[in-house]
T-cell receptor, first 116, second 111 residues
Framework: AQSVTQLDSQVPVFEEAPVELRCNYS??????LFWYVQYPNQGLQLLLK??????LVKGINGFEAEFNKSQTSFHLRKPSVHISDTAEYFC??????????????FGTGTQLKVEL | DSGVTQTPKHLITATGQRVTLRCSPR?????VYWYQQSLDQGLQFLIQ???????AKGNILERFSAQQFPDLHSELNLSSLELGDSALYFC??????????FGPGTRLTVL
């Protein structure tokens, strides 16, 4: 079964500083990878995705992620964070399921707290 | 706004009761997914429907069931509710078997 590990449960960072949120996955087949953001009392918003092609993926709000197959990682980065980036970030891997369906398996989330 | 709508936004009920959560997917999306988010279990996949047919099943309890109707909206039915069923329930939809777009969720509180 595929799994996702988010190594940091909380990441505090000062405004305008760079940040990296780490994500490692386990899979023996080709993967689709995603980062979602959840603001307080809201749903999950898609930040970016890797389906194939370039290993550097750019998303919304200035975020980007790099797919590294040899290290089975998909770390999320932003060169300069803003207070409004304070939220919980989830890494997810898509897998096929018997019956022709699919599902997302999520990590436990990383709470990004941006401070002045 | 993802285009996925869920009703109600909040639901408070008592143990042993039955509730129905409703989801309308984005226009044109044939796939609907249900997920549960709780403090102890995190985000867990429950079930997927594609054009009215069940396609994938996850950690869904036997007390829970779902269906997708001809107009593609979906309902998640939770019965014999227990305190531990209190959680956020998300619906997501997808145009293909890749990107899922999530609704705002229904917060269920079982007292």
């Amino acid at each position: 079964a595929q799994s996702v590990t988010q190594l940091d449960s909380q990441v505090p960072v000062f405004e305008e500083a760079p940040v990296e949120l780490r994500c490692n996955y386990s899979s023996s087949v080709s993967v689709y990878l995603f980062w979602y953001v959840q603001y307080p009392n809201q749903g999950l918003q898609l930040l970016l995705k890797y389906l194939s092609g370039s290993t550097l993926v750019k998303g919304i709000n200035g975020f980007e992620a790099e797919f590294n197959k040899s290290q089975t990682s998909f770390h999320l980065r932003k060169p300069s964070v803003h207070i409004s980036d304070t939220a919980e970030y989830f890494c997810a891997v898509m897998s096929r399921v018997t019956g022709g369906g699919n599902k997302l398996t999520f990590g436990t989330g990383t709470q990004l707290k941006v401070e002045l | 706004d993802s285009g996925v709508t869920q009703t109600p936004k909040h639901l408070i009920t008592a143990t042993g009761q039955r509730v129905t959560l409703r989801c309308s997917p984005r226009s044109g999306d044939l796939s609907v997914y249900w997920y549960q988010q709780s403090l102890d279990q995190g985000l867990q996949f429950l079930i997927q429907y594609y054009n009215g047919e069940e396609r994938a099943k996850g950690n869904i309890l036997e007390r829970f069931s779902a269906q997708q109707f001809p107009d593609l909206h979906s309902e998640l039915n939770l019965s014999s509710l227990e305190l531990g069923d209190s959680a956020l329930y998300f619906c997501a939809s997808s145009p293909r078997m890749d990107t899922q777009y999530f609704g705002p969720g229904t917060r269920l509180t079982v007292l």
